[in-house]
């Protein structure tokens, strides 16, 4: 019961980059999708949620306006879309559910 993360690297302040999520182990469309972040020495915190029919969405005060959670059932995955991006968004960044293990994540390094 895994997610692999996807889509991380290095990108300029302002850039953009759209991180993915594939499923394995579970019937993904049921259960709700979390994406987390942990930057160096910081704990891992909240960035975006998403509904098991991807109805709803939550985002942590940092993401609202610019990142966008959204996920594809059909492809059991779930994406990150970050637009914006700045310094402070540079983190391993992982998606997990109640059921699955936490991954090996995607490193995203926002830097000029």
């Known amino acids: 019961v895994q997610f692999v993360e996807s889509g991380g690297g290095l990108v300029q302040p302002g850039g953009s980059l759209r991180l993915s999520c594939a499923a394995s182990g579970f019937t993904f469309s049921s259960y709700d999708v979390t994406w987390y972040r942990q930057a160096p020495g910081k704990e891992r915190e909240l960035v975006a949620g998403?509904?098991?029919?991807?109805?709803?969405?939550n985002y942590a005060t940092f993401a609202k306006g610019r990142f966008t959670i959204s996920r594809d059932n059909a492809k059991n995955t779930v994406y990150l879309q970050m637009n914006s991006l700045k310094p402070e968004d540079t983190a391993v960044y992982y998606c997990?559910?109640?059921?699955?293990?936490w991954g090996q994540g995607t490193q995203v390094t926002v830097s000029s």
């Open positions: 998403i509904s098991r029919g991807g109805a709803f969405t």
């Open positions: 997990k559910n109640v059921v699955s293990n």
